[in-house]
């Protein structure tokens, strides 16, 4: 009998352990992985860009029941795959949602129509803009500003009679293009001091960024003699193209002045295959980084480098102002930087993790 209640006691016991244990783990469980990832980007202190974007002004601020739309002017081009990376991990360190869209082409205007009325659609609370057309987005544009959407515009600025037309002064963040275009000038014009006959290819015609370029340029290199121009569209097989014809009519042009490294890369090949490498110099303009590692190779004399990176940081911190009640920044320059032989490997090297192909 004493045995039989002493064994009863022991099991009383092992089944009361058994439970205590199951109840000490339930309470020491880790947390779900996603659970640990809206930690880490609520509080930045494990997050670095998220301490970064803080720094820059972003609010202190649960952000993770905030969805932002960037439409962007296309992924085909690695400067706008390193802007919309920006914009889509600095939203996503904070704890947003990011949604990513761009056009197929540069000049995408139709497409960025679409894109931005499902995003009003879909309810998004706020949207990034890097438009294919300073002016061609006007109807949509007026549709956020009706459904109370703030929109940030990034790189390509919206004109003034688009502002106009809306009533809305948009914030813009970019480079001044115009000051980027008299760096390459004064540095052609320093190599060439009593002028040089010159092809120069542009972009899309009526983008301010292809103007600025063009005339910031010329402005400073007031002894070029201009042989040759295209609107080559930001495209690389139409620089390559439009410098092959170039070099058919006018054999004895010395520089090339490219607005965007894309276009440079084609004009790079098509004086590779004239064999003309010796005596044409090309400058260029974005800072990718296959600009990059053509200023390293010495196939460009340079590049003038944007900072797509800052403009999607400052993108996000403003978004973030807005979303919290306070207001965004109207105008900032993000800057520019001549990059020549010397440094291009250092800054070559800072590009590479925001080049990345973007998950959307």
Known sequence: MKKRVLCIVLCAIMAFAVLAGCGGKKETEAPKPEETEAQS?????????????????????????????????????????ILANAVKKSGEALGMNVLVQAGSVHASVDEQLVIIENYISQGVDAIVLVPASSEGLVSALQECKEAGIPVINLDTQLDQATRDALEWEIPFYGTDNYVGGQLVGEMVAGMYPDGAKVAILRGIQGHTNDADRYNGF???????????????????????????????????????????????????????????????????????????????DGKFVCTCAQQPIQMG????????????????????????????????????????DYAQEISQ
């Open 218 to 296: 010329l402005s400073k290199f007031e002894k070029a003699d201009v042989v040759f121009e295209q609107h080559a569209d930001w495209e690389t097989d139409k620089g390559y193209t439009a410098i092959q014809n170039a070099l058919q009519a006018n054999p004895d042009i010395e520089v090339i002045y490219c607005e965007n490294d894309n276009m440079g890369i084609g004009a790079y090949q098509a004086v590779e295959e004239a064999k003309l490498t010796d005596k044409i110099k090309i400058f260029s303009y974005d800072g990718v980084t296959e600009g990059l590692r053509y200023v390293v």
């Open 313 to 352: 940081k400052l993108g996000i911190v403003n978004v973030a102002k807005i979303l919290t009640g306070g207001e965004a920044e109207q105008y900032i320059d993000t800057g520019c930087k001549l990059i020549t032989q010397d440094i291009a490997a250092e800054t070559l090297q800072e590009t590479i």
């Open 41 to 81: 980007q609520q509080g930045g202190e494990e997050n670095p860009l998220a301490a970064e974007l803080k720094e820059l002004g972003a609010p202190e601020a649960d952000y993770s029941k905030y969805t932002v739309g960037f439409c962007g002017m296309t992924l085909n081009n690695e400067f706008h795959i």
